[in-house]
């Protein structure tokens, strides 16, 4: 009986494993399990003990879900399509309406007037951003990790940004339905493309390159990076960057175009 085994110990038998290259993700798992399983077999035929061993500990260890993601989109949403679409026909009814005339007549300023208009409708933004959040935290389990207060900070600065987008499409527009098609082309492509109902690293890379400068884009970043993990705001400066761009851009654009009256 000498030189038993010894061909097996030179030469182990091959267990072939046939698969469809199509199903890539599949056939490692699989390829992955038995392969597992082999080294186990081998190391009771054999009696040997492993060396090391495998610990996993998790260094976060929070429960999150696809509707917790969902929730910072619908938030920046419905800012977006509040200040947008509410300021920009909302002046243009205004204008066809000779009420913006009218305010020529007192001493206010087109620049002051734009503030003033921000500033009410942050009120109604606040009251906007509590109501979703607190039904999504109440009534569908949402889960908010960071700081709320620096939650509605980063919404309200998301609010300011897009009320001047709707300034700048009043600017442009001279009737209601020339302002709600303005409007339209703006928040449409956002809605899809900005990342509001899935991340926007999943689109191909020539399309993420474009859309992550979208205005609405680094502030869905900001708020998830803070609602869901309880970063800084500031943890991605880009985002920070991107946002202040797109505020000086619109109120440049809304304090240089809007005007009380057509002449």
Do not use: C
């Not at 690293?201 to 993420?208: E, G, Q, T």
Request: hydrophobic content about 50%; proline content about 5%; cysteine-free.
């Amino acid at each position: 009986m000498e030189g038993f085994g010894a061909p097996l110990a030179d030469s182990p038998k091959q267990i072939e494993i046939i698969y469809d290259p199509g199903s890539n993700q599949v056939s490692s798992s699989i390829s992955g399990i038995i392969d597992k399983y082999l080294t186990s077999v081998n190391y009771q035929i054999q009696k040997s003990k492993p060396i090391y061993g495998l610990t996993l500990e998790a260094i976060n260890d929070r429960k999150l879900n696809y509707f917790d993601f969902v929730l910072a989109g619908i938030l920046g949403l419905a800012l977006m399509n509040s200040s947008v679409i509410g300021i920009g026909v909302g002046m243009a009814r205004y204008r066809e309406d000779k009420i913006l005339k009218r305010i020529t007549t007192t001493p206010v300023k087109s620049l002051w007037f734009i503030i003033a208009e921000i500033l009410s409708r942050l009120i109604v933004n606040l009251i906007q951003i509590a109501l979703i959040l607190a039904i999504g935290y109440f009534f569908f389990g949402a889960h908010i990790y960071g700081n709320i207060f620096v939650v509605l900070a980063v919404a309200l600065v998301g609010g300011i940004m897009f009320q001047l987008f709707g300034f700048v499409v009043a600017s442009f527009s001279k009737t209601t339905d020339t302002a709600q098609g303005m409007a339209t082309a703006i928040t449409i492509p956002m809605m899809f493309l900005a990342g509001v109902f899935f991340p926007i690293d999943a689109l191909p890379k020539w399309l993420y390159y474009i859309v992550q400068y979208l205005p609405l884009a680094p502030i869905l970043r900001i708020i998830r990076g803070v609602m869901l993990e309880g970063l800084s705001p500031f943890f991605e400066p880009r985002n920070v960057i991107i946002t202040i761009a797109w505020l000086i851009i619109t109120l440049v654009i809304s304090s240089w175009r809007f005007r009380l009256t057509d002449e």
